[in-house]
């Protein structure tokens, strides 16, 4: 199942056949990828635009004709981009960069007796092979991060079990990269306990985990189920493998990587001492000092649990599993609780049964082919995220009228349509569930997790897609409209702001819990200004259309978001993104919220001091490049390069709070039309999306969706905006 494969030194050439790669889109936006053997599979299923594309290879689309103006650039960005648009009418993309994922995916995969097709395997490992940082030979929390000991330990483990030997390059430099951090030691907690359940780290070495909590009361403030629910369904199968102790059994690769992962004889390790020996490339969020003390009398606890309570809250843990299973049809919440599911699991219920065969069928979803081979997604894609963008821009750019588009833009509407989460979770109170019914979430109907600002996307876009157009069926009926707002009503904070899956349960406090130190803010639910904003612009848009539904509940819940988004503004100027790469999308949502209340740069003190926050980090070039290392300091940090996504960001930024001068908004446009390429195209440019502080993520459709839209907008404000001011029409909008 893992026998030792011959791989070349380096991943720069394919290591399968890319032209028998093909990505399968069904049930819902369902996307998995298939390696065809045969010639005869391959001529009944040819390659599409959407498979040659993502695999990197040439589309064989036609150059388009050189754009004169901003609105022809958009035009030939959307010629290209609903090529890329699948038969059920969503976008299929990458949804990368973490590079903690894969690993799991292979650990948990082996440990539970659960193989892959040789052509994944291979691809796997070309993937970490290009992966690997050049100098180091190390891997880092995601693709542009500095190796750490958390991506080494963990990447060099998947290479041995994906059956690279010892002694192949990669992993030689790769080993002596780890043992300069510390060897696997120093590993990081979500490390040490996926090590150990591999049998090559011992149980000893890690903090307590232990299921009892779930058996407090629900009203203590300190319950699991006020936590941040990435935390909590992550902690669940976490909290049920360590209280049975699982333990993969010892065999010959246990035994070497025993001896290749340490800088010191493994058996000679005390491992009560590596609990909280962490290496300092690793550490953003060190323990608190109530958190060690807590571990401390929970490791004196689990010297003398008492066995029917154990037993108990084992049981507990596990129907939380199987709840959370049931509720997502086996795709769960995310890639790591996926894989810590499956692995309780198999333990419990045994590879014949009915969940460890859609686990395995669901395990498809998160693997992706790339151009570098094979990766592990953040979720089961980003299908809603990216419908809801590129719909909303083809809609307010004038692009959805042309009857060229009109076919794609009714496909949309007919995936959006179904996406649309129509119940609440079959397991609802008792999975600790916040309401769903009437909800969109980030990816699929079948993942099934409300998301404020899915939803709010959701809801923006199918009333542009229903009311803003005259050639579309009416699909989503006007209760199914007002089950969006009523979900959006019932997710806002006290303070006006709101969070990302759920209001927030848990007090801050909860924080100094944290016993992941790669990541900051992951113990609570907090408010992010681009939910809120989200929000407030669905709300606005579906008031204008529904003006007598709730009509005082609505405006009370805007005026509320109004007030957090006027507070949560950074003093320089901006706001703080913390989904997204930073400062440039967190404002661009923030001065569209601001503008939709009649706060813009002439008439409003917050509008104008973002608008100048961002025009002094406008480049010579007429763009703005931001890095990722922003989201961990919450200070503007330049990237080295111009970026066209965040020049886009900041351009609709300035447009939406009505900027009254032309030149910084035709810099930013030409240097984002300079980028463009002969078929309509951009190029990948650095990673876009950022999650609890440290770990980027990618989302590639963004450089179609936002180059789209702004360039749109841009031909028609720039062409009013001399209209006002009495200039003829040149320069960008010279026709």
Known sequence: MYSRLDVAPSGEKHFTDYARWRLL???????????????????????????????????????????????????????????????????????????????GLVIGSYVSGMGFKEEERLEMIRYLFNRAHPVDGGWGIHVEGESSCFGTGLNYVALRILGVDADHPVCVKARACLHKLGGAAAIPAWGKFWLSLLNVYDWEGNNPVPPELWLLPDWLPIHPHRWWIHTRTVYVPMSYLYGIRFTFPENDLVRALRQELYTQDYYSIYWPDQRNNVCKVDLY???????????????????????????TAVDCAYKLIVYEDDNTEYQTLGPVSKMFNLVARAHAEGPESHAYKMHEIKRQDFMWVGEDGMRMCGTNGSQLWDLGFITQALVETGLAKLDENKESLVSALQWLEQAQIRENPKHYHSSYRHTTKGAWGFSTKE???????????????????????????????????????????????PSGGYASYEPVRGPKFLEWLNPAEVFGDIMVEYLYPECTTSVITSLATFRKIYPEYRTEAIERTIRSAIKYLHESQKPEGGWVGSWGICFTYATQFALESLALVGETYETSEN?????????????????????YKSCESSTWIEHEETQVIQTCWAVMALMYAKYPHADPIERGVRLVMSRQLSNGSWPQEAIEGVFNKTCAISYPNFKFSFTIWMLGKAHRYLKDLRAKNGVANGGLNGR
């Open 447 to 493: 993942q099934g997790y409300t998301v404020s600002d899915c939803t709010g996307e959701g809801l923006k876009s199918a009333i542009y897609l229903q009311h803003h157009l005259n050639f579309t069926p009416k699909l989503i009926s006007d209760q199914r409209m007002f089950d969006a707002a009523d979900v959006l009503l019932t997710m806002q904070n």
């Open 25 to 103: 889109v069904n049930d819902g936006g369902r996307h998995t990828w298939h390696y065809l053997r045969t010639d005869e599979e391959c001529k009944a299923w040819p390659q599409n635009a959407v498979d040659k594309y993502w695999l990197g290879l040439d589309t064989g689309l036609p150059d388009l004709p050189p754009a004169k103006d901003a609105f022809e650039a958009a035009k030939n960005g959307y010629e290209f981009y609903k090529n890329l648009q699948s038969n059920d009418g969503h976008w299929p993309g990458e949804y990368g960069g973490p590079m903690f994922l894969l690993p």
């Open 285 to 311: 969020s060190p323990h608190s000092k109530l958190f060690d003390a807590i571990s401390i009398i929970l490791s004196v606890y689990e010297q003398c649990t008492i066995p029917p309570l154990r037993n």
């Open 607 to 627: 509008s104008r001091r973002a608008c100048e926050f961002l025009l002094r980090k406008q480049r010579a070039d007429g763009g703005w490049g931001e890095s």
